[in-house]
């Protein structure tokens, strides 16, 4: 994938400003939680970075978010897996001794109320909370589904991945509860579990294959209904809202979510705000070209230091430094920090990753068996250039 060639997946940039893991750690914060770690290990120097260069939070009043590097704590082998990364990690829950722990995914977009969360699983009294959102039923076989028990919908009965004969909810026999990698645990059950689970042979170490089947067939585990999060300022439009970005076309379909007129993400919630940093960077521009072309822009999201010269820019996102320049078009595009688009070149449907180049009269996404002559990634109709990655 051209986009985590060169960096761990939670630190691809997304909407232009912030990286995936902001959403995820605005979330925690928001919700009140500011004691928190990130689990690190592969391509993780611009993750590392980007976390320690923005998450600074008061050490006066003990709080912290703090990236934490796999350490080879128990052996000699590096993370084996989710659950393998939290057990190689358990001095930093001996260290802070919480009551409960909270468990969550880096890589998606969304928000969510993690006290709200925290709440239920208190007073469902189950060891483990697993957050799940309801989807169509014919797309159980995309995802983790949670089976619950008909009597009390709350309760886990069996974990199922990608089923597909799933049986509907009880309230609504066309959906399923597909898994949003979020979990809440109380802190003596996880240490256990994950302890356990590290001398069984066979065992992925894995969050949601083994720890949480695991509870499941003790009848330790709730479900917590995504659509009962209730985030301050969101509206009925946006509520509920939450994207895997985990392959080129949902992520492209996610930056096209924001850059709708009435956008089902709403990056403007500022009763809910996605924190991030980007740098000392200046406003946006948008100037005539040197033979006076006027620059036009529609339904985009041009990020602090864009600066469109006569330019085109329709359906996209610009992340900070972009260049537009004279008589260019671009539609239906996401360009990331640094991308310079010449004079006169055409790029539709596009991703193009760090510091691409598109030299003047180019083109890109216009005719796909020319990109991919180039050598350049097409994949579901879109043409996707790695960062530095030359034309």
Sequence with gaps: MPLTADRAKPAVPFAGIYRLIDFALSNVVNSGYLQVVVLTQYKSHSLDRHVTQTWRMSTMLGNYVTPVPAQQRVGKNWYLGSADAIYQSLNLIKDEKPDIVIVVGADHVYRMDFHQMVKAHVASGAACTVAAIRQPIEMADQFGVIDVHPEDPSKIRDFLEKPTNPVGLPDSPGEVLASMGNYVFDAAALVEAVTRDATEIGSKHDMGGDIVPSFVRRQQAAVYDYKNNDVAGSTDRDRGYWRDVGTLS????????????????????FDWPIYTSYGPQPPAKLVKGAAGENPFVDEAVLSPGVVVTGGRVQSSVLSPAVRVGAGAEVTGSVLMNGVHIGDGA?????????????????????????????????EDGLTVLGKDQAF
């Design 250 to 269: 949902s992520y492209y379909d996610a930056h096209m979510d924001v850059v709708s007129p009435l956008p089902v993400f709403n990056l403007y919630n």
């Design 346 to 378: 055409v790029v539709r449907n596009a991703i193009l990753d760090k510091n691409v180049v598109i030299p003047a009269g180019a083109q890109i996404g216009v005719d796909l068996d020319a990109d991919r002559a180039r050598g350049f990634m097409v």
